[in-house]
Every structure is written in structure tokens, then in C-alpha cells.
């Protein structure tokens, strides 16, 4: 029979609790932390939506900082006009509206492969008929 001295015990459940309470903070930190993108997403797109007001608008600071966010501080101006390549998450959501523009409205809406989920293809069976 293996018995194990008291003091090996102690020190290993301490060693075991100090692990389990140190697992059970980084789960607690990692559940508070899993949503931190959900508001600054949802500000970009409330945002996004309102450039087209902002556009037609007739307040030229609203236009500047608008400009300045969609573009950045690095514009030029040619012929009269201002030049600029949009940052990354604008430059995807303009192809992805120029894209959805030449699309038919029920496939923006619900797509190609409709609401269900995705099957997938029948087994073929070997020797079967």
C-alpha cells in the first residue's frame, strides 16, 4: 500500500488549488474579453451607414472628418479634386457594395444557398444500384 506523507499531500493540493484558481481567472478573463470587438463592429457600421447622409450634407466639417476617417490624414488634391485610397475596412465596403449593386436584390438578401443550412452531397455507395 502507498501512503503518502501529510506534508507531500499538503503541498500538492496547494499546488493543485493554486492551479485551479488561476485556470478559473484566465476562463473569467478570457469570457470578458471574447466580446470586446461587438461594440467598436457595431459603432463602424452605425457609422458606415450614415456616410451617405454625411455626403449629401451640406456641413463641410461633417464631410472633413468623415473623409478623414474613411481615407486617412494622407490626401491629395489633383485637378481640383480629392485623392485618396480608402484604409482597408472601407476599400472592403465599397467593393462589397459596388458588388452587392450589381447583384439581384433577393440574392443580397438571402443568397444562393437560401436560408436552410448547408447539406452535404449524398455518400455514393460502392457496388450499390
Not at 95 to 118: C, D, I, N, R, T
Request: hydrophobic share 35%.
Amino acid at each position: 500500500e502507498q501512503d503518502i506523507e501529510r506534508e507531500t499531500y499538503r503541498a500538492e493540493k496547494a499546488k493543485l488549488l493554486s492551479e485551479k484558481k488561476s485556470l478559473e481567472e484566465q476562463k473569467t478573463r478570457f469570457e470578458q474579453k471574447q466580446n470586446d470587438w461587438v461594440e467598436p463592429m457595431a459603432n463602424w457600421l452605425n457609422y458606415a451607414q450614415n456616410l451617405e447622409k454625411i455626403a449629401r450634407d451640406s456641413d463641410l466639417f461633417t464631410k472633413k472628418v468623415a473623409t478623414e476617417q474613411v481615407f486617412g490624414s494622407n490626401l491629395c488634391l489633383a485637378s481640383r479634386a480629392l485623392r485618396g485610397e480608402p484604409q482597408n475596412q472601407w476599400a472592403a465596403l465599397g467593393a462589397a457594395h459596388e458588388m452587392a449593386s450589381k447583384m439581384p436584390e433577393s440574392q443580397v438578401l438571402v443568397g444562393e444557398a437560401g436560408l436552410e443550412p448547408a447539406t452535404s452531397p449524398p455518400f455514393l455507395l460502392v457496388g450499390a444500384s
